[in-house]
């Protein structure tokens, strides 16, 4: 359990890799860019709905 409390101690960073991992995880990384790069929606802009549950990657 230490190791995992460590793990997650250490690697609460925005970094490459964070891609893979769900817009959920990573607005919770400590400096993403979430917040700085919010989109105005137009009339005929494409958006694409998410859960906001703790589902996979």
Do not use: E, R
Request: proline share 4%.
């Amino acid at each position: 359990m230490l190791s995992f409390k460590l793990h997650f101690w250490i690697l609460n960073y925005s970094g490459p890799g964070d891609a893979q991992m769900s817009s959920l995880f990573q607005a919770n990384l400590v400096g993403n860019n979430f917040a700085s790069a919010l989109l105005k929606v137009a009339f005929v802009s494409k958006l694409t709905l998410k859960p906001v549950g703790y589902g996979g990657a």
